[in-house]
């Protein structure tokens, strides 16, 4: 039971993301329909059953941990959660412990992720224009995640913003918001538009805005330097030499990154995704609560996911046409 996870493909798993609900408080326009439907309370885990899965994980050697949703803060108690993660960061077997968040609650909580061990946080934000904004959130409003961005930094969490490209909405903003992060020391990077999920009228090959494109206009006004480094995800940085700033890439589409992939999602309800991009699951929720005082079982269906990890994922915009597309919204398996 001590050896790590090591998928068919020699990867070791070291990284899990976790969705703790598919609540929000946003109705992106690419990650959610306006009138969702949401699980039932007695089908979520709970936040107990949320804490023994994901120290299951930690002992067979996940380092680092990536709470989602849906929105996550929006999760009633989840500071209990955070608190009680935090135990494996005292003790060294969790490396990291983090979140990504749409912002909105941020100013509420960015001391208390501190005090729990939380270093850095992600924010999802695609636009700088309080109009846009609000249109492509649906509900969202641009003020209150400005306000939480500056509670994080305060706070001293490191924020890094995850902007998805979108062709004909944030393509005349690429330079503003490459200069707002680089005034605020943020980090940025830039996410292809995948197709997941149905949005109703939402055409997600128009929206599609390849990051090879994103690349060739930042090089106009940029020098652009490739590193080496990697964050423990898929994305891939450069460096701007003028503003010295990280500006970071994820490329499922235009460039598969498959090759590299440590990492599984749990959804909010037990089901693990090996792959974001393929609809093969498994059911965790079940040994975990067949066995409430035996991991044994629950370990054991963990290994046997991992054996079933695809090499990769199939989107494709190639064909003009949505190849690989998966049926489950973003905000279901975890952002």
Not at 97 to 116: I, P
Not at 218 to 226: F, G, I, K, Q, S
Not at 289 to 306: M, V, Y
Request: a neutral charge; charged letters at 30%.
């Amino acid at each position: 039971m001590t050896k790590p996870l090591i998928d068919p493909y020699l990867r070791p798993i070291s990284y899990l993301r976790v969705s703790v609900t598919d609540r929000c408080d946003f109705r992106c326009v690419y990650c959610m329909s306006e009138n969702m439907t949401f699980l039932p309370k007695k089908e979520l885990l709970t936040l107990e059953e949320l804490d023994r899965m994901c120290s299951a994980f930690v002992k067979l050697g996940v380092k680092k941990l990536r709470i989602t949703g849906g929105e996550p803060l929006v999760r009633r108690d989840i500071m209990t959660f955070f608190r009680s993660m935090s135990r494996h960061l005292d003790s060294g077997d969790l490396k990291e412990l983090t979140l990504t968040t749409n912002g909105s609650q941020l100013a509420r909580f960015a001391d208390d992720l501190y005090a729990a061990g939380v270093r850095r946080v992600n924010v999802s934000l695609d636009t700088l224009d309080e109009q846009k904004f609000a249109d492509i959130t649906r509900w969202g409003r641009l003020p209150q995640v400005l306000k939480g961005i500056d509670a994080a930094q305060n706070a001293g969490l490191r924020v890094k913003i995850n902007a998805v490209a979108l062709k004909g909405f944030n393509e005349d903003e690429l330079f503003s918001m490459t200069e707002w992060c680089a005034a605020r020391d943020i980090d940025l990077t830039w996410i292809e538009v995948m197709p997941m999920g149905d949005i109703g009228n939402e055409d997600r090959l128009g929206q599609y805005w390849s990051l090879k494109d994103v690349r060739a206009a930042l090089a106009e006004r940029y020098t652009v330097t490739d590193t080496p480094e990697r964050s423990g995800g898929p994305a891939r940085y450069v460096r701007l030499e003028e503003t010295g700033q990280k500006i970071g890439f994820i490329t499922p589409l235009s460039h598969n990154f498959c090759e590299s992939c440590n990492r599984v999602r749990l959804t909010c309800t037990g089901e693990l995704f090996m792959c974001l991009g393929q609809e093969d699951k498994a059911d965790l929720r079940k040994p975990l609560r067949e066995f409430p005082g035996d991991d044994r079982a629950l370990e054991n269906a963990i290994r046997a996911a991992i054996a079933l990890k695809p090499k990769g994922h199939d989107f494709d915009y190639s064909r003009q046409r949505l190849d690989g597309q998966v049926s489950r919204h973003m905000s279901h398996t975890g952002g």
